[in-house]
């Protein structure tokens, strides 16, 4: 059955630093998100992506966050300057008819740790 | 703005016992999508069961079962012989049904323990 993958599994980083987290879809969806978990607390959506550009956005997602897709295959979140409050869990979903009752499919999810 | 609301943060079950976690959500949407997910200790999200809200019907998937009640906006799931691998975190979920990409509104959770 196709799945999401996501890499690394695990991330440690310095704050500050740049980080790229990546994505690869189920080869038919069309339709990207990139959702966060805090350790201990719920999962909140970032952004949604579609036919390469961003479609939404939550305040969470500020300039210092930024998606693409740079190959077709790959869809990518990237955060420019790392603060101690990214540390979280980053998960991926992706679906083929974006809100048509079409259910979202995670990835195992980019664990960030940010010191 | 939608929101979703799970009550329970703890709940424990006997193997083989049956379990009900309570969600509830409040929406201006008439269309919409709900579902629960289930995340064990390994965090992958994984989905349980959907329901279409267009539907009367309630959903069920093997052992999983929803009551989806629209009017009063609940959305619970049950679990009938409860098994040890069900131990999880269960995270209730909002999708509006329209054209575009949507994003999913999830409640806090219910931390599910099963006991042998």
């Known amino acids: 059955e196709p799945e999401v993958t996501q890499t690394p599994s695990h991330q440690v980083t310095q704050m500050g630093q740049e980080v790229i987290l990546r994505c690869v879809p189920i080869?038919?969806?069309?339709?990207f998100y990139w959702y966060r978990q805090i350790l201990g607390q719920k999962v909140e959506f970032l952004v949604s992506?579609?036919?390469?550009?961003?479609?939404?956005k939550s305040e969470i997602f500020d300039d210092q966050f930024s998606v693409e897709r740079p190959d077709g295959s790959n869809f990518t979140l990237k955060i420019r300057s790392t603060k101690l409050e990214d540390s979280a869990m980053y998960f991926c979903?992706?679906?083929?008819?974006?809100?048509?009752?079409?259910?979202?499919?995670f990835g195992p999810g980019t664990r960030l740790t940010v010191l | 703005a939608q929101t979703v609301t799970q009550s329970q943060p703890e709940m424990s079950v006997q193997e083989a016992e049956t379990v009900t976690l309570s969600c509830t959500y409040d929406?201006?949407?008439?269309?919409?999508?709900l579902f629960w997910y289930k995340q064990p200790p390994s965090r992958q999200m994984i989905l349980v069961i959907r329901?279409?809200?267009?539907?009367?019907q309630n959903a069920t998937e093997n052992r999983f079962s929803v009551n989806f009640q629209k009017a009063a906006k609940s959305f619970s799931l049950k679990i009938s012989d409860s098994q040890l691998g069900d131990t999880a975190m269960y995270f209730c979920?909002?999708?509006?049904?329209?054209?575009?990409?949507?994003?999913?509104?999830f409640g806090t959770g219910t931390r599910l323990t099963v006991i042998p």
């Open positions: 979903a992706t679906n083929k008819r974006g809100g048509q009752g079409d259910t979202q499919y």
């Open positions: 080869s038919n969806h069309l339709y």
């Open positions: 992506f579609y036919n390469n550009e961003i479609s939404e």
């Open positions: 929406t201006s949407e008439n269309n919409y999508y």
């Open positions: 329901q279409e809200a267009y539907k009367q």
């Open positions: 979920a909002f999708m509006k049904r329209e054209s575009g990409a949507n994003n999913l509104f």
